[in-house]
């Protein structure tokens, strides 16, 4: 049976691009399952040209960024045997097939994305190339004519809008373009230490490549239920961001909950975040010794993902010369 073309993608963004908690949790674990799972052709990119779209000014860092992407995708289980694992900019044929794209996609269909108003004015990005967003989301997935697409929920309206431009382009010039299917992630959306999304723009977030020590403070400063002041004061766990990460790194989260909510003087949520500390070291201990492993070759993480974009280039290059005879754009063989 045909394998089905799965297409996915995260920014090198923040300070470092390391991944985050939210980041594993929302995306990259059901990456690797579905790639384990054997039943997809798999592309996972590294998308820096989107990352240029709200960030262009402090480009320096640019290159470690990626790096970090990388190293967190294989050491959290992609596997570049398993997976094309790529860099969005090595493969210039995305930018090609944006382009053509921008052609066809009346303006106003970029200005009522969601996204679009609400980080315009949140971040001030007035620029076409942060207009063109979603636009560029489309591409990387119409490039590889792929049909799966594995997001969280934040990412629904840019899937919507990559199915409107495929059913504009197959209609202006015939059925080339599958309209790709959203995978959504089931996890819920993962608190950070304030009790937020977890996100890196909020600077509250436990990074797959903190250091223990960094891991323990950023636990002990978090946020708990607020209405729990007192150790005695019973708590409420489901609204507590320390338990809701219990839920997901301990095993035996199930033993917390009564304690928490009768008030025992033997349980406070000091103890609390010792407990899940323990329990989220465990888990991430493996993922930062692989990590540091591969960030300490640089070169031959670069060779990945050059490897993963010349993989991927034979499949975009492709498509490219179908949507040119589409258009009827003139070929000459140079
Ligand atoms: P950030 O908010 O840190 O910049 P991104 O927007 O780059 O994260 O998200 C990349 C991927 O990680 C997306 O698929 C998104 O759904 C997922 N994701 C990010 N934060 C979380 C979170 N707190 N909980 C669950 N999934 C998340
Ligand atoms: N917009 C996505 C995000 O912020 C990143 C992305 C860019 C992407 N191109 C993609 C995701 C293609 C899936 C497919 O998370």
Redesign the pocket.
């Known amino acids: 049976m045909r394998k089905k073309v799965l297409l ?1 993608g ?2 090198p ?2 300070e470092t691009g390391m991944l ?1 908690l ?2 594993y ?3 990259l674990k059901n990456w690797v399952r579905l790639q384990n799972s054997g039943k997809y052709e798999m592309y996972c990119c590294i998308v820096d040209w989107h990352s240029l779209t709200s960030n262009y000014k402090h480009t320096k860092n640019l290159t470690k960024r990626i790096l970090n992407v990388a190293a967190d995708y294989i050491a959290s289980g992609l596997d570049p045997k398993k997976s094309t694992i790529f860099l969005q900019s090595l493969v210039k044929e995305h930018a090609e097939l944006h382009l053509l794209l921008s052609m066809i996609v009346p303006v106003p269909w970029l200005e009522r994305v969601p996204s679009y108003k609400q980080k315009s004015v949140e971040l001030g990005l007035d620029s076409f190339g942060f207009l063109g967003y979603p636009l560029l989301m489309a591409a990387d997935i119409m490039v590889y004519k792929g049909e799966v697409v594995p ?5 629904a309206a840019h899937l919507e809008f990559t199915r409107e431009v495929v059913r504009r382009f197959n209609s202006l010039y015939g059925e080339l373009f599958p309209e790709p299917q959203p995978l959504w ?1 089931e ?6 230490t304030d009790g937020r ?5 909020y600077n509250n ?1 436990i990074s797959l490549g903190d250091p223990q020590e960094i891991v323990r403070k950023k636990i002990s400063s978090m946020f708990t239920d607020p209405s729990k002041i007192h150790r005695s004061d019973p708590g409420h766990p489901n609204r507590c961001p320390v338990y809701l990460l219990h839920k997901l790194y301990n095993p035996e989260y199930e033993k917390i909950y009564n304690p928490c909510v009768s008030g025992s003087t033997e349980w406070g949520c000091v103890k609390c975040k010792k407990l899940l500390t323990e329990h989220l070291l465990a888990f991430l201990d493996p993922i930062r010794k692989k990590r540091e492993e591969l960030l300490s070759d640089p070169g031959e993480l670069m060779r990945i993902l050059a490897s993963g974009a010349e993989k991927a280039r034979e499949k975009a290059s492709a498509t490219m010369r179908e949507v040119r005879a589409a258009m009827h754009m003139l070929e000459a063989e140079l």
């Open positions: 996915s995260m920014q963004s923040g985050h939210g980041n949790e929302g995306a997001v969280g929920k934040d990412q992630t996890v819920p959306i993962l608190p950070g999304k977890m996100s890196k723009s977030h």
